[in-house]
């Protein structure tokens, strides 16, 4: 089994909309990251958590929220989806002390 | 300020030749991270290698190996005898342990197309 899952992997919706994409990981690791990915721009960082009860912001946090629910469970909210949210998600994990990330499988967000 | 530059863009080289990916990275820090993510066309983002800033040593790991040179700022990568299951987008980033953030600075990645 994945020890970073994504859900849902793809999603269409529409202008306007909220929606959800939510990330878990059996890494028993402390912080997690939400990025996007757009092509040629490499990966950018939206929120980042390094524990339950802290929440930052990366360096495109704009029109984006994020929920720590649990040390395993970390979301991400778009309030309004707007088309240029068009992007692949991914969910990140790493142990504190231990720089490397793990990424989750992606989600393929198309916003229209 | 971190940053991480790939300057090709996109490589296509035919089976069985060596490719070599480049990476020069920017940084104030003295303790630093790289690393090297490979993202085949299935999107997966496999990690394959990190090197902290105080071993310079390069590694090999059968066809895959890397060159760091602090001196350059540069962390690249080589893959000796290539193959078509090498074609993906790599991605070389940096990460500073000590910053606010402990995050990763990605490049934009090198696209690599291997030919049979």
């Known amino acids: 089994d994945a020890d970073v899952t994504q859900t849902p992997r793809n999603r269409i919706t529409k202008t306007g909309k909220r929606i959800m994409l939510e990330c878990s990981q059996t890494?028993?690791?402390?912080?997690m990251y939400w990025y996007r990915q757009d092509p040629g721009l490499g990966l950018r960082l939206i929120y980042y958590?390094?524990?339950?009860?802290?929440?930052n912001k990366g360096e495109i946090s704009d029109g984006y929220s994020v929920s720590r629910q649990a040390q395993a469970k970390f979301s991400l909210s778009l309030e309004s989806a707007i088309p240029n949210q068009t992007a692949l998600y991914f969910c990140?994990?790493?142990?504190?002390?231990?720089?490397?990330?793990?990424f989750g499988p992606g989600t393929r967000l198309l916003v229209l | 300020a971190q940053k991480v530059t790939q300057a090709q863009t996109e490589i296509s080289v035919v089976e069985k030749e060596d490719v070599t990916l480049d990476c020069v990275y920017e940084?104030?820090?003295?303790?630093?991270?790289l690393f090297w993510y490979k993202q085949p066309p299935s999107g997966e983002l496999v990690f394959l290698i990190r090197?902290?800033?105080?071993?310079?040593q390069n590694e090999i790991s059968g066809r895959y190996s890397w060159n760091f040179q602090k001196s350059t700022s540069s962390f690249n990568f080589t893959i000796t005898a290539s193959q078509v299951v090498d074609s993906a987008v790599y991605f070389c980033?940096?990460?500073?342990?000590?910053?606010?953030?402990?995050?990763?600075?990605f490049g934009s990645g090198t696209r690599l197309s291997i030919r049979p």
């Open positions: 890494k028993g690791h402390d912080r």
């Open positions: 958590s390094f524990d339950v009860k802290d929440i």
């Open positions: 990140a994990t790493s142990q504190g002390g231990q720089e490397t990330q793990y």
């Open positions: 940084t104030r820090d003295t303790t630093y991270y």
């Open positions: 980033a940096l990460s500073e342990p000590h910053s606010s953030a402990s995050k990763i600075i």
């Open positions: 090197r902290n800033s105080f071993d310079e």
